[in-house]
């Protein structure tokens, strides 16, 4: 089995929005993924879950909890450099929790965020690392790229989608809280996929 000890997992404050602070030594956020487990993100801002859509590729905020696409499983993955990441596989349809270096859809910030299959030479988009930011039981997820996942939609509620954007201290769509899925709970139905031909 994999067991990893995150390094340096939280975040201190910083007054300088484009850095990301030092991470500080903590470990009790990292428990929450456990390899081979599910787990749901809800934004701390808006109250909705992270979903896997209906198409297989895009990925939103909805507020069903009980759906299968809302549950990600967890894969530890030890980086040549020796850090640890936290890949998110859709338990709905299969894909990877990917971070692409295209623009975000018109109307949200940032990089674009889909559902990928894994592939070797893409395996870097589809690293995570939680980290700790302020004394709340929040998360931040901060891609292999140095981008953090956020969601959208402030002031556009139906801007929903989610994406990868340079880190903010004062902006609260990069805070996510991490909901285990315990096995005894079981697995919701799956939304079918919608068919594109």
Known sequence: TNSFRFPSPELQETKNPSSPP??????????QFQDGHHVRLRSREHGMYLHA???GRGVSLRRPRASMNAAWAVHLFQGDDDAQYVLLHSAAYGGYLTAMD?????????RRVEQRDYEE???????????????????LLRH?????????????PWNNGASVDDFDTVSTMTHWVV???????????VSPLLDSS
Do not use: T
Request: hydrophobic content about 30%; glycine content about 10%; aromatic content about 8%.
């Open 179 to 189: 909901e285990r899925i315990p096995a005894r709970e079981g697995m919701p139905e």
């Open 53 to 55: 859509d209906k198409d």
């Open 22 to 31: 030092p991470p500080r030594s903590a470990h009790r956020q990292m428990e």
């Open 102 to 110: 295209a623009p975000a859809p018109l109307g949200h910030c940032g």
């Open 144 to 156: 292999a790229s140095g981008r953090f996942l956020r969601a959208n939609g402030k002031y556009l």
């Open 121 to 139: 030479r893409e395996e870097e988009d589809v690293r995570w690392q939680p980290v700790r930011f302020g004394s709340g039981d929040y998360i």
